[in-house]
């Protein structure tokens, strides 16, 4: 099962708004409202934004938002904050070859 | 509050077996009604998913383990583990153990994970 594609880095100025993309297959993304998106700090445990493709949990800043088209996920951050600078992951539930998760490849997100 | 610690031999031969503890407290592993499980990031690179279980639903793996991958469940403890066997220096990475968010998202719950280098 190959890794979901993710822009290696994106980069946006202060206040801006930056756009990621997370694209699989019909068997993973396109086949199933379960993406969810994480932001990993150096040296730090990733930290849940965003499940079921647009849902945010408790205590996750409504400046991130997800959606989904076809087999294309994407994550938006509004209002870019320095404090955004991170790592950012996609992942999907998907049933090629048998039920698992796959992530994606990150994308390193600059604060300009 | 739910917390979650991994513990294990940082270091492991080639071909031996690799195994994690999760130390679950703020939460009941056999009452839960949540999925747990184990990711892994090799040093510099990215996440991968390499298994959850549902305490009274079975277990799930990333097929690209080969079935090397096992774990196991110690309700008296409140812990859960991992054994992967035949390591290489491919399964160095950083081992994190969780508890998913709700079904379809696999872990809104971490550990703060724990290196494990695979070297003779």
């Known amino acids: 099962q190959s890794a979901l594609t993710q822009p290696a880095s994106v980069s946006g100025s202060p206040g801006q708004s930056i756009t990621i993309s997370c694209t699989g ?16 700090h150096p040296g730090k445990a990733p930290k849940l934004l965003i499940y079921d493709v647009s849902n945010r949990p408790s205590g996750v800043s409504n400046r991130f938002s997800g959606s989904k088209s076809g087999n294309t996920a994407s994550l938006t951050i509004s209002g870019l904050q320095a404090e ?3 790592e950012y992951y996609c992942t999907s539930f998907t049933t090629s070859i048998s039920a698992h998760y796959v992530f994606g490849t990150g994308t390193d997100v600059t604060v300009l | 509050q739910l917390q979650l610690q991994e513990s294990g031999p940082g270091l492991v031969k080639p071909s031996e077996t690799l195994s994690l503890t999760c130390t679950v407290s703020g939460d009941s592993i056999s009452s839960s009604t949540y ?4 990711i892994r990031q090799s040093p510099g690179k990215g996440l991968e998913w390499i298994g959850s279980f549902f305490y009274t639903g079975g277990t799930f793996y990333n097929p690209s383990l080969k079935s090397r991958g096992t774990i196991s469940v110690d309700t008296s403890k409140n812990q859960f583990s991992l054994k992967l066997n035949s390591v290489t220096a491919a399964d160095t990475a950083v081992y994190y153990c969780a508890r998913e968010h709700s079904n379809g998202c696999p872990a809104a ?12």
């Open chain 2, 109 to 120: 719950y971490w550990g703060q994970g724990t290196l494990v280098t695979v070297s003779s």
């Open chain 1, 25 to 40: 297959t019909s068997t993973d993304v396109g086949a199933y409202n379960y993406v969810s998106w994480y932001q990993q």
């Open chain 1, 84 to 86: 955004d600078e991170a």
């Open chain 2, 35 to 38: 999925y747990w499980g184990w």
